[in-house]
């Protein structure tokens, strides 16, 4: 039994250097010097690190701006959505009303649709409210695949919170609304927290909608930046390449790993039971 | 206080009770509505502009204009009598079979070694997983083009150093297979985090003693797999194939970003790149838009199973 238990965490370990291998060399490519890049015998750690390549990375034209616009569209997306479905979940998960199945049926098979099937009529529908190459009609799509999701997951964490709490509140006096603000509302923040930063790494993430909506190099996200960077120059600056690969996906990794237990449950807990 | 002002009293009452109830039952559907009306306007009339711009011949005379012209059928026709499609079509089925199948497969024996391993070899591949999977797609997709670069790249390094063959200035661009292979690769590899981790979970529902009265009573390992863990982890199972089918058959930003816009041809079109490639970038809208629709319905009739499953799980809540 020991030996066994030896044997699979050898392979464990194994499955572990391969799965983050690729993560470890852009983050040591990041640092590495050119000569250490470009050398035909890889270095397995920078050693001499360098900074260099962030700078080269943050000083192409448009990065500031173009982090500043995933910044504006992520967080305008983000508040909008989870106003509104934050409402959308309570309806869900504390009352049963005709249509509710309708509604949920709907909420989850938006979830489905692929991305790739929907530019075309957002694009032409955009094009005609002059909203193409403008932040504001890239925050319009991002509504489409965030808030059934922000809706889907905030439901999860409000069912969560037994009805008796909610009731004791009212027995106490409190209106609906009182019991809602004093009771309901410290219980689901953690619930708020999580989906919004979900919401938030899902729109920093995206591609496909920005890549078609917005052909001005000033108004593009950092995703679509990162797209662009291969193509600039004739020999790659593979770097550079990396360094501005890693400032993408610093904000994703911290987030994500701060709320990937809780949401991972959300999506998980019910699957399990039934 | 006679009778009959006392009557009055309770009837005005019972009517301020009544309008109270009454607007009780609406509270969901003004909770509701909000969001109704915005997916509404921006999916709604999106998906109503897309089933008549697929009847109509739209290019960028006519979007400047915004009128298209009737086209009746034209569209359908010409999608439908392009070969084009109809290997795009049978392509994408293949590398969504083959997509699905590894990532399904590779992340049920991940979950099933965290099962395994000791606690501290868990809370480590676990982080790992986790950081894999948080790893933005064109960020991967940047990585595995420097990895697989055929100058410098590691894997070519990694290939000829562990004596696979020569695979110096190895071009894995240069044909097809290749290319969706490669497209294939760094798909699975982010897929697997999310399978293992759930299934992994699911697993843990497994009772231990279920799993050891298999074996005392003379069951192998696949027998206990088959009898005691497969149908424990069905549901679930279920679930990430169903998910997986309907992502990885939509798929556009990893082959379209790894293979790259100078290498893309009909010859090596997914579903989501040819209709990127013949709607967009060719501005044929009404063509781009009978595309969409195919697509979408394909994508819905996959999915059926997925969402009657998950609509029991919201209704039992």
Redesign the interface.
Known sequence: MNR??FA??V???I??AV??F??Y??VT?AFKRDTE??????TWAPLHPTTAHFGNATHQPFFWQDVKNSLIIVLVTVAISMA??F??A????K?R?T???L????V???Q??????????????L??YHQVNALSGVI??Y??FV??FT??TL??FI?GIPRELEEAAMVDGSSRLGAFVRILLPLIAPGLVATSVFAF?TS??E??FAR?LLNDQSKQTV?VW??Y??GSSKH?D?GA??A???L??IP??VF??LV?RKI?FG??A???K? | MNAAETSIRLSRRRRRLTLRRAFG?S???W??L???I??GA??G???Y??VR?SFQQ?GLFE?IA?KGKPAGLHNYGSILHDPVFWHTLVRTIVFTVVNVGLTIGLGLL?AM??A???SV??V??TS????????????????????T?Y??G?LN?FLSQLGIGDFFHHDWYATTLSQLGLATALIV?GA??FVA??LY??LT?VPGDLVEAASIDGANAWRVFRDVTFPIIK??LL?LTSLSI?WD??V??QPF?LI?QSKLTSGNYL???Y??EE??LKTD?GR??AI?IV??LI??AL?IV??RK????????
């Open positions: 066994h238990r699979w965490n392979v464990g370990l499955v572990f799965m983050v690729p993560v060399w852009m490519t890049i470009t050398s035909l015998k890889p509104l479905a409402l959308a309570v309806a869900l998960a009352y009303f249509g509710r199945k509604f949920i049926v709907l989850i098979g938006i489905m649709l692929p991305q790739a099937g929907l530019i075309i009529p957002l694009y032409v529908v094009a005609r319009i799509t509504m489409t808030l059934p809706v889907w439901r999860g069912i790494i920093w993430n591609y496909i078609v995703t990162l797209s960077f291969l790659t593979w390449l990396m501005g690969s890693t993408t996906a994703v990794v994500f790993l990937q991972a999506l998980t019910g699957a399990v039934a | 039952a509270v969901p559907y909770l509701v909000p969001v109704l915005t997916i921006v999916l009339y999106p998906i502009r897309l711009l739209y979007l915004h991940v070694l965290l395994r391993v000791s070899v868990r480590l591949l790992g997983l986790v950081l894999v999977w948080s790893m933005p797609v064109v960020v991967a997709v940047q990585v595995w083009y420097w990895m670069n100058e410098n590691i390094y590899w697997i985090p981790i759930t979970a699911g529902q549901p679930i679930i309907i058959f939509g556009f930003t970003l790259g579903m989501g790149i209709l990127f709607g967009y809208f781009g838009a969409s697509m979408l994508v819905a999915s997925y969402v998950m609509v029991k799980l919201g209704d039992v809540a």
